[in-house]
């Protein structure tokens, strides 16, 4: 007689490795494709938060956090890249890497290698400058990536691609329709009785008279936060039921409003 | 070989064992030698080694002494007194220290007089170093290290590795090793166990001595101290067990006849009066609580009661207060200017006092050994009579102690647990073992097994840590900056790395956790502080009390809790982390009694046969022996009682909610372990929230809807038990914790790098970064094993708890499922929980008697029906 297990249901780890990679939209002309935003429109790929380096930034601190965001990312860039070879631009929405000082060994190698891999699957690539890219410069003028100090108005979806960290002060942030921002790394915690998970999410909703969608931050070291509990961006000091959420972890899930959310 | 000594030495061979100047000291001030000292002395002299079990005020001191300074005088006599260590005292309190410096000195100074009047001099040197000892007495030490030198495991640890004090060291010849019962059950004594080995290395023919108060198992104890010879084969120790000596006076007290047709105010008026009496009836009392909080509840009720006897006469003392405080109110009981001094468990260790002649126990001390270690207290000099009262606050406290007591006289100990294979301790020792110069891995391996908490280390393990130091969990390009130590595979060799080495070891060197306190805020104002501990509970919702109000938790950022306004009872007592939890074998014995009781019940004894009965098996007064009955009687009359071969699973449906409440009456460290596995799966089975309320009696599971308990109970399987805690602990405020403490034990997280020290919110923010990465990289990563284990194994009881669970599978614990419309007797101090809270006792007992109001309607009913 076989006993039935509680523990069969239970995954093997709290990680799943196999990803489906179905683009999910969730705002007209925007599809979430895991962790990363796809605009059919402008055919281009827009990347949240890398965090590059932050492993040897915590190692200067005596914070012995093992290095693997980068072969993560690397991971599902190439799980990403086997499904769509390649496309017209890409967009490192800001915070590439991690440390406010001059780019560190780790920065520097992971940077220019991230870079050397997109230019395979892209024509241009643009870096958005976030507030933790204080000396990125060096990096893209290396590269020979077009850097982007305030953000890009996108042409045929008339988004706003921007990090997040300010209000832009640009004419073409003024008359775009949608406001794509990265900064805050959305991330809801879900509760099933016995167990609590948070995952990374992607969240649409108003800001002003724009549509905002905010993605996760494409790293595998900072698990994300949820933005009810203190956003960092100007963009999401309002109240934030009326946002939906789009959790991620094999595939991209539809969870609805936040008000409805815990 | 442990061995029992259980022949004194007679009196004429001690004396002609000691030095004839010492021997004169003893028969001048003490007129001969205390009844440890007639089984230690000889011992020590013929270099045995020795655990002394004896309790305050015996002469312990000098027990372990007294050969030692004899030793040094003939040397001195001879010429051959030199300038290095040849005893080191290690004791865990840095106050003990001092007063071990003034116990010593006291016979040195008589030496020195009559010696005087001999035209001899015994330049005997007695020196403390601890963390607090400053530089240029260090460096004077360097130049002529004490021959008695008098300190903490960290300050051991850092001077082992120290080239040129540890010099000073090669010829030890003795270690003590006080309060060795307190030491051996935590980490500490896990580093120090470890440290004794490196000392042994240095110093191959050193004999160990240690000092403890009463514990069980001794023959444990004594391995401990003296490690093992060869695997599972300990080194030789005698062991002396004089910790019955004292006369103990003990009884247990019910403030009221009757505990629960009562109302709060009139229990803590007779509370208060009974303290009262009792130490307007003593010289001097101190008063053991279970709380820092009702330490300084009780000071400040009598002080508020009765403002003429105690103003300027009572001080409290817990680890919250300053130490200039503890200090202050330590003096003033040992000058006599206080009467009453009221503790927690920052009392309970042997600091002088002065003379203590009663110790009160306000409510139940949870464990056989505490009790009598905390009574111990009392009566320091050697033939006074110990006086102990254990004053009971409730029902189950009554029965508790009533079992406790019957137990401490009948001299039935409960067991201390010693932690074993610690891996984070055991990866930062290592690092010490090679911060000078390289060893062979192999003997590295060899000399750590030899220490009784690792006595068991797999090889496997041992690897995992080597791996772990020498940063194997890194890519090869960036090895060098995870790596603590090099090894090479080749030569079998291992050694530091880095020239910052040994300052990192000594700024990081320890295993006592930073703690610090938990600011809870409702939007931007801070209302109040609690405990880091008191998070590993709370969750979502859960409402807790904090200074007069009730606040819901909300969510946690870093060391910052958002909590908003909340009517209602809280859920979680603001105590729950300080709660000393029942030790296991009292809880079995509270269980036999349960047992013997339900019979007596059952084969339908008279009230006056129980009652004989209960005065005859507990030593306690006749209005508690009424109030046990009518207890028991009550319960039997509702449901069963719950024992020792059955558990009672009641289900109880009020407002709203379903309660599975299980009478595992094992105590809280196994029942958190049992609760956490049957949430889990109840959890599982509903998709729902499930609710813990934990206690030692048992714990209830609370939820929404409707569940079948025949079904939770076959889905708990014995063989997988340790995986569904695993499981169960994953995302848990619990395992997070710890594991911040074992990174930082381990060097994976250094609190002081660089010159700057992390503030504990830095730590703990960086850690839990590191932990998921490390659940990312390898769920087996040695530092995540060793937090899961001292949260299974330390924190909670896992090994009984899977004794249970098996014991259940296989129908010899029957678990008996009753449906009832109303929590019994036993279930109510358990459900009550909430309502415990300081500010809101009113509703806690007015609660218990709306539930006793319906049991008794019940009781009454079925009798009427008879």
């Not at chain 1, 709290?14 to 605009?39: H, M, N, R, S």
């Not at chain 1, 942030?173 to 099933?192: F, N, R």
């Not at chain 2, 059955?646 to 309660?659: A, C, F, Q, Y």
Request: aromatic share 8%; with cysteine; charged share 25%.
């Amino acid at each position: 007689m076989k006993k039935e297990s509680i523990l069969q249901h239970e995954k093997e780890n709290l990680f799943p490795q196999k990803k489906t990679l179905l683009p999910v939209e969730i705002a007209p002309g925007f599809q979430a494709v895991d962790l990363a935003l796809y605009v059919p429109a402008d055919d281009c790929l827009i990347l949240g938060d890398l965090q590059l380096g932050l492993e040897e930034h915590y190692n200067n601190q005596g914070i012995f956090l093992p290095r693997f965001n980068f072969k993560e990312v690397k991971e599902h860039l190439h799980a990403l890249f086997a499904e769509k070879k390649h496309v017209s631009h890409i967009f490192l929405n800001g915070d590439i890497k991690h440390g406010f000082g001059n780019a560190s060994n780790q920065e520097w190698r992971e940077v220019i290698q991230l870079l050397e891999l997109l230019s395979e699957h892209a024509d241009k690539i643009t870096i958005i400058k976030g507030n933790h890219d204080i000396a990125i410069e060096p990096i893209a003028r290396f590269a020979k990536v077009k850097l982007e100090k305030k953000g890009v108005l996108l042409e045929h979806s008339h988004a706003y691609v921007c990090h997040g960290h300010e209000i832009p002060n640009d004419e073409a942030y003024d008359h775009a329709h949608t406001v794509i921002i990265g900064h805050d790394h959305p991330a809801i915690e879900l509760q099933d009785g016995a167990t609590k998970q948070k995952y990374k999410c992607f969240l649409a909703g108003n800001y002003e008279r724009k549509r905002i969608i905010v993605l996760p931050s494409f790293n595998f070291a900072a698990p994300g936060s949820d933005p009810r509990e203190g956003a960092l961006s100007p963009f999401l000091q309002g109240k934030l039921d009326h946002f939906r959420a789009w959790l991620v972890e094999d595939n991209v899930y539809d969870f609805g409003l936040l008000e409805r959310l815990n | 070989m442990i061995t029992r000594l259980t022949q004194k030495f007679p009196e004429k061979e001690v004396y002609a064992s000691l030095h004839p100047l010492l021997g004169g000291y003893f028969q001048h001030h003490f007129k001969g030698f205390t009844e440890p000292q007639l089984y230690s002395i000889v011992s020590v002299h013929r270099r045995d080694n020795i655990l002394i079990s004896a309790p305050t005020g015996t002469g312990k001191t000098l027990s372990a002494f007294a050969a030692v300074l004899s030793e040094l005088m003939h040397l001195s006599d001879v010429g051959q007194l030199e300038d290095k260590v040849y005893a080191v005292y290690v004791s865990p309190l840095r106050a003990l220290s001092n007063d071990i410096e003034k116990n010593l000195k006291a016979p040195l100074e008589e030496v020195q007089k009559a010696a005087a009047k001999l035209g001899k001099e015994y330049p005997i040197r007695v020196g403390v170093r601890t963390g607090d000892t400053p530089q240029n007495e260090r460096a004077a030490m360097l130049k002529k290290p004490p021959h008695i030198l008098i300190t903490t495991p960290e300050t051991l640890a850092i001077m082992l590795t120290a080239p040129k004090f540890s010099l000073a060291m090669k010829e030890t010849r003795w270690i003590i090793v006080d309060e060795i019962h307190a030491i051996a059950s935590g980490k500490r004594g896990t580093m120090l166990a470890l440290s004794m080995e490196s000392l042994q290395r240095l110093s191959p023919a050193i004999t160990r001595i240690g000092l403890s108060a009463t514990v069980a198992p001794l023959d444990e104890i004594a391995n401990y101290l003296v490690g093992n010879e060869t695997k599972g084969s300990s080194r030789p120790c005698k062991v002396v067990d004089v910790s019955h000596i004292k006369q103990m006076d003990m009884k247990v007290l019910s403030p009221l006849p009757d505990l629960i047709n009562t109302t709060q105010k009139k229990m803590d008026k007779a509370v208060y009066e009974l303290l009262d009496d009792l130490i307007g009836n003593h010289r001097s009392t101190l008063i053991f609580t279970n709380t820092r909080a009702a330490t300084e509840r009780v000071v400040h009720h009598l002080k508020e009661k009765f403002p003429s006897k105690y103003e300027g006469f009572i001080g409290a003392h817990h680890s919250s207060l300053s130490r200039e405080h503890r200090l202050h109110v330590e003096d003033n009981l040992k000058t006599g200017k206080y009467k009453v001094c009221v503790s927690s468990t920052s009392l309970e260790l042997g600091i002088d006092i002065g003379y203590i002649d009663l110790v009160i126990l306000l409510g139940s001390p949870k464990g056989v050994a505490r009790a009598l270690q905390r009574i111990g207290r009392a009566g320091h000099k050697l033939h006074d009579v110990v006086k102990g009262r254990i004053v009971v606050l409730d029902r189950d406290d009554l029965v508790e102690c009533g079992v406790l007591l019957k137990n401490a006289i009948e001299k039935n100990i409960d067991r201390v647990h010693v932690p074993k294979n610690a891996l984070d301790v055991l990866a930062q020792h290592i690092i010490g073992m090679v911060v000078n110069d390289p060893r062979k891995i192999e003997e590295v391996y060899e000399e750590v097994t030899h220490a009784y908490p690792y006595e068991t280390l797999s090889r496997t393990d041992f690897n995992a840590i080597i791996d772990y130091l020498s940063g194997h969990y890194a890519g090869l390009e960036v090895r060098h900056v995870y790596a603590k130590v090099w090894i090479d595979e080749a030569t079998g060799m291992m050694g530091k790395r880095g020239k910052m080495a040994r300052m990192l070891y000594m700024t990081n060197l320890g295993t006592i956790p930073d703690e610090a306190k938990v600011k809870v805020k409702i939007g931007e104002h801070v209302i109040g502080t609690f405990d880091e501990a008191f998070m590993d509970r709370l969750k979502k919702g859960d409402r807790f009390a904090l200074g007069g109000n009730t606040m819901e938790f909300q969510f946690a950022r870093g060391m910052t809790v958002q909590a908003k306004a909340s009517a209602g009872v809280p859920t979680i007592p603001s105590w729950v982390s300080e709660m000393l939890p029942l030790s296991y074998d009292l809880a079995l014995e509270i269980q036999k009694f349960r047992k013997l009781m339900q019979e007596k019940f059952r084969l339908k004894k008279s009230k006056k046969e129980i009652l004989t009965f209960i005065d005859s098996y507990l030593y306690v007064d006749k209005n508690a022996a009424n109030a046990i009955y009518e207890y028991f009687y009550q319960q039997f009359r509702f449901a069963e009682i719950p024992h020792h071969g059955s558990v009672l699973l009641e289900v109880v449906k009020e407002e709203g909610m379903t309660n599975f409440v299980f009478h595992t009456l094992f105590g809280r460290r196994v029942n958190d372990a049992l609760s956490r596995a049957y949430a889990y799966a109840l959890g599982r089975m509903i998709h729902q929230d499930v609710d813990i309320l934990l206690g030692d009696n048992g714990f209830a599971l609370r939820f929404g809807g409707k569940a079948s308990p025949e079904k939770l109970i076959s889905l708990v399987h014995s063989w997988e038990f340790e995986k569904i805690l695993e499981i169960a602990l994953r995302t848990s405020e619990v395992l997070r914790r710890r594991f911040r403490h074992c990174a930082t034990r381990a060097f994976m997280i250094l609190r002081t790098y660089m010159g700057r020290t992390k503030s504990v919110g830095r730590q703990q923010m960086s850690s839990r970064l590191l932990l998921s990465a490390v659940m990312r990289m390898d769920e087996n990563f040695p530092i995540l094993r060793e937090a899961r284990r001292e949260v299974l194994e330390d924190l909670m009881d896992m090994t009984h708890a899977k004794e249970i669970i098996t014991a259940i599978e296989q129908g010899m614990i029957k678990v008996d499922i009753t449906h009832l419309d109303t929590f019994s007797p036993f279930a109510f101090n358990l459900i009550a929980q909430g309502h415990y809270d300081l500010v809101k006792l009113e509703d806690r007992l007015s609660f218990i008697k709306r539930m006793h109001e319906k049991v008794m309607q019940h009781v009454n009913e079925t009798d009427a029906q008879l």
